[in-house]
């Protein structure tokens, strides 16, 4: 399947919550989220989404492609873009999950997972030596 017939069920404007620790022992923030998702350029998902942090409004953008993505987010990536290359799942498919994986300040691995089935998009921190952990979660819904 392509990326647009692969994202195809998350199409449309959603609405939602967002959850954000930065450590793994740290409780959940939760806050109000939205997002839109729609086909760009014929072949390729933009993802655009609002939260907050402490009171302030962010906001995040995603262009997904066959191969990879860009991100970008006001609070996580507030200076640059990222950039993803796009993972199979783990039984050697994609599974329905859309995974990329990046890198950051050189040595540390951020990974997002959007889930049709679900309407999830999750975001996993891989810090250098230790095993991912789960760094933001927006559920969404219609």
Do not use: C
């Not at 609405?15 to 072949?43: C, F, H, I, M």
């Not at 953008?61 to 993505?69: F, K, R, T, V």
């Not at 950051?104 to 951020?110: F, H, I, Q, S």
Request: aromatic share 10%; charged share 20%.
């Amino acid at each position: 399947m392509t990326i647009v017939e692969t994202l195809g069920p998350l199409m449309g404007a959603w609405k939602g919550v967002n959850r954000l620790r930065l450590l793994p022992t740290d409780e959940y923030r939760q806050t109000a989220a939205t997002a839109t998702v729609s086909v760009t350029g014929g072949r390729f998902v933009t993802v655009a989404y609002t939260w907050s942090e402490e009171d302030k409004p962010q906001d995040g953008m995603m262009l997904i492609g066959e191969d990879g993505a860009v991100w970008v987010d006001s609070w996580h990536t507030p200076d640059t873009w990222m950039q993803f290359s796009r993972e199979p799942g783990t039984d050697g498919t994609d599974g329905g999950i859309v995974r990329l994986a990046g890198v950051y300040e050189k040595e540390w691995g951020w990974r997002i997972h959007l889930d049709p089935a679900t309407a999830k998009i999750t975001m996993h921190n891989v810090p250098p030596g230790h095993p991912p952990y789960q760094a933001v979660e927006i559920s969404l819904a219609v």
